[in-house]
């Protein structure tokens, strides 16, 4: 009885084996995986704005990193993204209306230290 189990073992791990290996029929041992990429990486020709980063998912791995601290920190960088942006526009505003209400001319210079006293 013993040796039936140990005969019936080693047919396992041969057929196992072969099956892993790729003997016989097919086209040899199992193809490479390709690892795994974001499907859609953030834009190198121009800024990312808060759409690039909603969209943005990472790819999951055997001993990855928790979904939630990146999805949390994705998050901010969208928040602080939009801010940002927002506060930008406001001063290009801010400017635009300086320019034209100077004649088109913004002085640059920098106060006098005895005008600030």
């Known amino acids: 009885m ?8 080693a047919v396992v791990v041969a057929a196992v084996t072969l099956a892993v290996v790729g003997g016989g029929e097919g086209d ?15 834009p190198p020709d121009r800024p990312v704005n808060r759409a690039d980063i909603d969209s943005l998912r990472f790819p999951l791995a055997a001993r990855g990193y928790r979904m939630a601290d990146v999805d949390d920190a994705l998050s901010r960088l969208g928040a602080e993204l939009a801010e940002r942006d ?4 406001d001063l290009e505003s801010a ?9 088109g001319r913004v002085p640059m210079e920098k106060p006098d230290q005895e005008d600030q006293q």
């Open 2 to 9: 013993f040796l039936f189990l140990v005969v019936a073992l």
């Open 28 to 42: 040899g041992p199992l193809p490479e995986a390709a690892p795994e990429r974001l499907q859609d990486p953030l």
């Open 86 to 89: 927002a506060r930008i526009a």
């Open 95 to 103: 400017l635009a209306g300086a320019q034209m209400g100077s004649g």
